[in-house]
Nanobody, 116 residues
Framework: QVQLVESGGGLVQAGGSLRLSCAVS????????MGWYRQAPGKQRELVAT???????TYADSVKGRFTISRDNAKNTVYLQMNSLKPEDTAVYYC??????????WGQGTQVTVSS
């Protein structure tokens, strides 16, 4: 049973920073793709950033230059460093792990609220 547990969300003022963590049960090395998604109220879940083994990270245009995804295989953890936060970044952020193909595994989400 694979479990992904996100943490690090909270309330922050616009321009501030947060670092989200996603702790994965078992070895994270078995997953080829790790990603962060978000879902704002009334909107569909959208891709924020992905990190594929052997490939450069990819980011949604809306977060490029502000967010950074990284993984620490030794700690079985994926991070999302979020800087220069904007009110439109407010959403529930979900961690996703993919080994071979969809659907992969999802965490329960962590709320990020950015006040103006």
């Amino acid at each position: 049973q694979v479990q992904l547990v996100e943490s690090g969300g909270g309330l922050v003022q616009a321009g501030g920073s947060l670092r989200l963590s996603c702790a994965v049960s078992g070895s994270i090395a078995r997953f080829n793709v790790m990603g962060w998604y978000r879902q704002a109220p009334g909107k569909q879940r959208e891709l924020v950033a992905t990190l594929t083994r052997g490939v450069a990270a990819t980011y949604a245009d809306s977060v490029k230059g502000r967010f950074t995804i990284s993984r620490d295989n030794a700690k079985n953890t994926v991070y999302l460093q979020m800087n220069s936060l904007k009110p439109e970044d407010t959403a529930v952020y979900y961690c996703h792990a993919l080994r071979l193909g969809p659907p992969g595994y999802w965490g329960q989400g962590t709320q990020v609220t950015v006040s103006s």
